[in-house]
């Protein structure tokens, strides 16, 4: 049993460690040396408009329901919060493809190396 255990922790720690460099790996090379903080920046401000789009529905929603105006002041700012990381989720769609793509590659090759470990292939 702890052997099994052990072993599936392993498999698991390769799994994550595999997907991690796979990620940085893409998100480097997507990122063309420009640095991910001006990329996020840029991004943040590209979102504003969608967080204003929000924040107005969030309002107009509370004050259908007729409540206080704390309540749509409150529904304001979630919807404004959604808003906002609708269009950063939006603006940065790219890279995170990339980066999902290059850990999903790099995971899959640690997985078909686990495959072929637990049942090797007999040529004779």
Wanted: charged share 20%; hydrophobic share 40%.
């Amino acid at each position: 049993m702890m052997n099994w255990l052990k072993s599936n922790l392993d498999y698991g720690k390769s799994l994550v460690d595999s997907g991690v460099e796979g990620a940085r790996s893409a998100g480097t090379t997507m990122l063309n040396g420009e640095c991910l903080g001006s990329v996020l920046s840029h991004s943040a401000h590209k979102s504003w408009p969608s967080a204003v789009v929000g924040a107005g529905l969030g309002i107009l929603c509370g004050l259908a329901g007729r409540r206080k105006t704390s309540a749509v002041f409150a529904c304001g700012l979630l919807g404004g919060a959604a808003g906002f990381g609708a269009g950063l989720a939006w603006e940065t769609r790219r890279l995170t493809e990339s980066m999902a793509r290059g850990a999903m590659k790099q995971m899959n090759g640690v997985r078909d190396a686990h495959w072929l470990e637990r049942n090797p292939i007999d040529y004779a």
